[in-house]
């Protein structure tokens, strides 16, 4: 392997195309003062599909404007070990409309095959949360901790001034899956730290349960950023209301699972509603879902 560098500001993205590329192994990672994102690699060869560049569809109801993002739209890189979808432009993915969205900056859904991973790579001004959704990950970093993260639970590590950290599939046969999320703190080189907690004895039915916040709020896991995740688990029918945010505040709203109405649209699987405007929201559910809403700064 060939150590390369890659600066996710300078990739010239081509029109759709699925060819032999070179594959990359994180080393580090580091976010430079302008904003952008760095990511130095390891170079080795896989299949890489890249969608074509296209406009982000804006769209307006009556009472709210918003953007739909589809699943088959998101960047996608295949590893061999890995199977990446990426929402935002990351690694070989890049889309000059796909940037992040405010504070947030990545959502990252990844597979990782049995007994495979990442070996120990740097980061730094980044809270970095990590939704496990099937199988378990084990975590170690440069502050000592170890422990492994099982489908229910979430890590977050606040990357603050500098940390490193390895992230491995520890089982024999059972793939990893899980949403790896990048949210820009409002503050640079804060102390690194790192926590995991379980909310799977926690019930989610036809309800709001609050993931992460500014201040710890309803037992959530805290982050150095005005934003919030909340998910909820919808059963047939059912219905939950999105209050209003403040202003300046942003709303991703991403599937998991199952099928959501909101307005006159029907999102499936990993697919993705936002909207900047602060007006309370309906979701209704058209078949079993599992949800996550990201409430973020558009200004960072």
């Not at 989610?204 to 982050?223: A, F, K």
């Amino acid at each position: 392997m060939v150590k390369g560098y890659f600066s996710c500001t300078s990739t010239n993205a081509t029109d759709a195309d699925t060819s032999m590329t070179p594959s990359w192994v994180i080393r580090r990672m580091e976010l430079s003062r302008d904003g952008h994102l760095k990511i130095y690699l390891k170079i080795g060869f896989a299949l890489i599909a890249v969608p074509p560049k296209k406009s982000f569809p804006k769209y307006k109801s009556e009472r709210m404007q918003y953007r739909l993002h589809r699943a088959d739209e998101r960047g996608v890189a295949e590893h061999g070990w890995l199977h990446s979808r990426f929402s935002f432009s990351f690694a070989e993915y890049h889309n000059n409309d796909r940037m992040g969205f405010g504070a947030l900056r990545v959502i990252n859904d990844d597979t990782v095959e049995p007994k495979q991973g990442f070996g120990m790579h740097s980061h730094r001004d980044m809270e970095i949360i990590t939704i496990v959704l099937k199988g378990s990950i084990e975590h170690r970093d440069s502050l000592g901790h170890h422990g492994i993260t099982r489908a229910g639970e979430i890590q977050l590590m606040s990357a603050g001034n500098g940390i490193e950290h390895s992230e491995y599939n520890p089982s024999e046969n059972e793939p990893l899956e899980l949403l790896q999320i990048w949210i820009f703190p409002h503050t640079r080189s804060l102390p690194p730290r790192y926590e995991q907690r379980a909310f799977n004895s926690v019930s989610m039915s036809d309800r709001w349960v609050l993931l992460v916040s500014p201040d710890g709020r309803e037992e959530s896991m805290r982050i150095f950023q005005n934003a919030s995740i909340k998910t909820a688990h919808m059963n047939l029918g059912s219905t939950l209301i999105c209050k209003e945010v403040l202003e300046g505040e942003g709303r991703l709203i991403f599937v998991i699972e199952g099928s959501i109405k909101i307005f006159d649209n029907i999102l499936d699987r990993r697919d993705e509603f936002q909207t900047v405007q602060t007006d309370s929201l309906v979701i209704h559910c058209v078949s079993e879902a599992h949800i996550v809403v990201f409430e973020v700064p558009m200004q960072r």
